[in-house]
């Protein structure tokens, strides 16, 4: 009998789990066996019914999952690297591709322009904001590095913050900040286990501890463990007390229902190839209207200095990219971002309550629903360390076929991301839970 161990090996899978665990992509995947053609029938109507009524309704969450293209090779619950276009998505891009690459430089100075303000527009709409107040961006990383190296209001002296949750890169870019400017940094834990108001007594704690913060750096959605903060109110709680807030939204838009008004800060930072599922190498940034002039304009640039676009320049970025964003979020709007939501939390849920019945796993990310959307992370009880959690991630792909990521920088210990998508069903959630039972007996 062919076991699963064995067919991931013959697949190709097993062999390159180190390059897939650290999330590069690994030779000899290629060929993987792949799962049934996509659906390119249009999507059947939701069934009525509240958002979290539908979130349970098998057969329509079925067709869903029909309009994505999903590999056999492995259980893929890690979506949050980047969201896997619909079938619907990557027609219209493949489309877009072959347009420009028919009408080439042609296209680029006569017609592009136009289909990029209706990209932007249409964005714009979908995130509650004006076009003049967002920029499209490579990625989230590309657009909060603009938002942080050329923020303004950081003088000697003065204090720039962020916390062990927040992105590496982005904690990088608080770091170049300040030692650009003659600043200090600040930095604080998100403390384990979570609560809405154990994570406003921590921002407000350090925010009070270092009265000349200037600057603070707050994630949405977190990457590390999923936990989604308040940001409204920790914004408010920072500008009371002279901070600017940056808020890096990558994980945010699709995943979670959202308006950027609602988060209440000036500054985000997003991107479009995760969770709305637009193709890979499109992000933005928004700057609200009336704090354009706390961003520097991108280094070098001379034109249209009162616009938005002179805060990054990119360079020749992928037409065909940019135009398949609008393709992205009529698909999105197909499935309704309320019921979306309420699908990724019943695939979250499944799993993550029968697994805080094992002993010897520690769920790291709250129920609260106003704390969580499609990503948890868990650890072994007791191991926070590297080499433990890159094992639980290992083993979780080469003995039970099921793909997940190992996530450093949390204070109290690494661990491992579980990211389910629309794909993914509640089959899956139970194939997690038994593999967690065996890897927790050891």
Known sequence: MTTRREFLRRAGVASAAPLLLS????PGTAGAPEGPAPSSLPLPAPPSGAPAQVASDENWWREVAARYAVTDAVTNMEAGFFGMMASPVLAAYHAHIDRVNRASSY??????????????????QALGVDAGEIAFTRNA?????ALILQFRGVEAGDTVMYADLDYPAMQQAMNALAERRGAEVATFDIPEPASRDGLLAAYEAALDAHPRTRLLLVTHANNKTGLVHPVR???????ARGAEVIVDAAHSFGQLPLALPDLGAAFVGVNLHKWVGAPVGVGLFYIRADRLDAIAPAPGEASALDRIDSRVHTGTTSFPAILTVPDALDFQDSIG????????????????????EIDGVDILTPDDPDLVGAITSFRLRGDGSREGNLEVARRLLEEHGIFTVYRTGVAAGDCVRVTPSLYNTPADAERLVEALAVLARG
Do not use: S
Request: aromatic letters at 8%; hydrophobic letters at 40%.
């Open 23 to 26: 999330g590069c992509e690994a």
């Open 337 to 356: 971002v309320e019921r979306k939501a309420a699908r990724l939390r019943y695939l979250r849920d499944a799993w993550v309550g029968p697994a805080r």
């Open 233 to 239: 109110e920790i914004t408010a709680m920072a500008e």
């Open 141 to 145: 990383t590309e657009a909060l590095q």
């Open 107 to 124: 296209y680029a100075r006569t017609e592009y322009g136009a289909d990029a303000r209706a990209a932007r527009e249409r964005t714009a």
